[in-house]
């Protein structure tokens, strides 16, 4: 929502504040599409010759973040404190009965009512491995930390891959438009012998290279590279929410004290409340009863 209407506002901004001005559109119009084929092809072909195929498709389907924003939600968080409850009080109960929920979360009763979590491949993952490894008796909390941190670190960096390589596009943007608007002279200087009002618009769509080149780099793909990598920030929350509540189980507390433990270590604006969470999960031990 918010990227659509930053994007209207840009155009109407730098558009009208032109006309407004008593800026012609005709110059612009006439040579957009051919500068827009130097700058954005160059542009394409760029970012196709530094990124390989799985980074292609990882980018372009990130872009949608500009304008989904963040995946998770706050009623998303307080789902995930009372799954990792219920796995965390089914453990301590019975190590044995939590295997088929870890080794099979599929057709895990428990994921089963928290579809949308049930649906991400690294946060399942991440839960599943971890209460895996604590089976094997792989249960220092410190090593246990370690390896998370070092995992979710990982992953991060993969992730931010769509934001680093949309803003090497915007910065090599503006050098595109000065190759376009340098490629317009060239073209100015073959009509030298023209009269003014020719050799006005030829310098003019010239120009327009510059503009293209400069708009683009910091009106359009440097701000979708910078919204990306905030949106895929704001979902690592959800995923640290995860270490930090298996890691206070690891230490023994009870239960509950680990669900608080998350439940504070969420960020304010999707923190649930304390009563919302205590809710939350007598709704989850009555429909585990």
Known sequence: MFGILGIVVIFVMVFGGYLLAGGKMGIILASLPFEMMIIGGAAVGAFLIANDISAIKHAAK?????????????????????????????????????EPHVENPEESEIFGRYPKIQKDREAVDLICDTLRSMSMNYDDPHQVEEVLDKRMEATLHHAMHSSHALQTVADGLPALGIVAAVLGVIKTMGSIDQPPEVLGKLIGGALVGTFLGVFLAYGLVGPMAGKVGAVVEEDRHFYQLIREVLVANLHNHPANICIEVGRQNTPDHMRPSFSDVEEALRNAKSQAA
Do not use: H, M
């Not at 949608?64 to 706050?74: I, L, M, R, S, Y």
């Not at 009372?82 to 190590?95: K, T």
């Open 62 to 98: 990130d872009i949608g973040k500009v304008f989904k924003g963040p995946k998770w939600k706050q009623s998303d968080y307080r789902d995930l404190l009372c799954l990792l409850f219920e796995l965390i009080r089914l453990a301590r109960q019975s190590p044995v009965a939590v």
